[in-house]
Nanobody, 121 residues
Framework: EVQLVESGGGLVQAGGSLRLSCAAS????????IGWFRQAPGKEREGVSC????????YYADSVKGRFTISSDNAKNTVYLQMNSLKPEDTAVYYC??????????????WGQGTQVTVSS
């Protein structure tokens, strides 16, 4: 069974940085797609970033392009989301999701519990 655990959220002032971690288990980490999503109260879930091990492709929503960086450490079965120049509109619960043997264009069948990110102005 795929298990995903997010960590690294917290409270930060605008302009600050946070690094989120998604620790994964239950699948071979050499062939996967892992995406980061976020959801603020009253809003739809939004795709933020994604990384695919099949071709090393990474993707970013326009709203975070140039500020966020996704990366992976296969030895630790962990994907990271480095968030710089944070804005109040980045405030949300952030989730990671995985699709073994999938791509960033496929659906994500496994989800973590989420970690809260709050950016103060």
């Amino acid at each position: 069974e795929v298990q995903l655990v997010e960590s690294g959220g917290g409270l930060v002032q605008a302009g600050g940085s946070l690094r989120l971690s998604c620790a994964a288990s239950g699948f071979t980490f050499d062939d996967y797609a892992i995406g980061w999503f976020r959801q603020a109260p009253g809003k739809e879930r939004e795709g933020v970033s994604c990384i695919s091990s099949s071709d090393g492709s990474t993707y970013y929503a326009d709203s975070v392009k140039g500020r966020f960086t996704i990366s992976s450490d296969n030895a630790k079965n962990t994907v990271y989301l480095q968030m710089n120049s944070l804005k109040p509109e980045d405030t949300a619960v952030y989730y990671c999701a995985a699709e073994p043997w999938g791509s960033c264009r496929s659906g994500f069948g496994s989800w973590g519990q989420g970690t809260q990110v709050t950016v103060s102005s």
